[in-house]
């Protein structure tokens, strides 16, 4: 496998090049790249290990809103009724707010992998740009 040009494995895997050239930079040694810009080539070596980076989805967690309904025995958990999903969840909060969010709305997002999903409170800031703390 000869070396490739790095705006056809960004074709390829449907990836703008910039964002390949990002990844490409930041995993691959020197050594492994060559020429400048657009016409940047990627060795055998840097192909094997960019091909598995170029392929991983990125992890999106799922956003609700939910009604806490009950508080659980341990102290780091609420349950909260979710209506997109029409069911109740045990939700991860942290352990001093668990006593006040009873009856609350609260942001929570969920996350799954390959156990299944968990889901836990988030925090939004109010005032900057509206990105999770």
């Known amino acids: 496998m000869p070396k490739v040009r790095l705006t056809k ?14 990844i490409a930079k930041e995993n691959l040694k ?4 060559t020429g400048k810009g657009k016409g940047t080539w990627v060795s ?16 999106c967690p799922n956003e609700y809103k939910g009604r806490v309904v009950r508080l659980a025995p341990n102290k780091s958990y609420v349950y909260a009724y979710i209506t997109e999903l029409d069911k109740t969840v045990p939700c991860i909060v942290p352990r001093n707010r668990q006593s ?14 390959t156990s299944g999903s968990t889901f836990r409170q988030i925090k ?9 703390r």
Not at 46 to 56: K, R, T
């Open 30 to 33: 020197d050594s492994m790249l």
């Open 9 to 22: 494995i960004a074709e390829e895997n449907d990836f703008s090049f910039d964002l390949a050239f990002k």
């Open 44 to 59: 055998e070596k840097g192909q094997a290990i960019l091909d598995p980076l170029l392929l991983a989805e990125e992890l």
């Open 124 to 132: 939004k800031c109010i005032y900057s740009d509206n990105e999770p």
């Open 100 to 113: 006040t969010l009873h009856g609350k709305i609260i942001d929570i997002e969920e996350i799954e992998d």
